[in-house]
Nanobody, 129 residues
């Protein structure tokens, strides 16, 4: 059974940092791309970043570029989203998703309505001003 468990959310002050984790199981981690998405109340889902474990390709959306980084620890089957210099507008539920098609995952971060193979439950991030 495929499982994606996002964790690490919480309350942080603007300008602070937070690291989210996406622990994956039930599939061959090295063959998959993992993406981070977020959804704020009353807003559409938004793509944040993605990483392809098979070729190392990384994509980060302009809205978080320079502040957020994505990395993968294959020994732990975990992808991280390091969030630095957070802003109140980063407040949202953050989700991770997995797909075995790298290009498809990158596309889905840009066009978040694109269907993906697997989704995990989200973790709440709240940034106070």
């Amino acid at each position: 059974e495929v499982q994606l468990q996002a964790s690490g959310g919480g309350l942080v002050q603007a300008g602070g940092s937070l690291r989210l984790s996406c622990a994956a199981s039930g599939f061959t981690f090295d063959d998959y791309a993992i993406g981070w998405f977020r959804q704020a109340p009353g807003k559409e889902r938004e793509g944040v970043a993605s990483i392809c474990n098979n070729n190392g390709r990384i994509h980060i959306e302009d809205s978080v570029k320079g502040r957020f980084t994505i990395s993968s620890d294959k020994s732990k089957n975990t992808v991280y989203l390091q969030m630095d210099y957070v802003k109140p507008e980063d407040t949202a539920v953050y989700y991770c998703a997995a797909d075995n098609r790298c290009h498809h995952m990158v596309h889905s971060v840009v066009v978040p309505t694109t269907p993906l193979n697997h989704w995990g439950r989200g973790t709440q991030v709240t940034v106070s001003s």
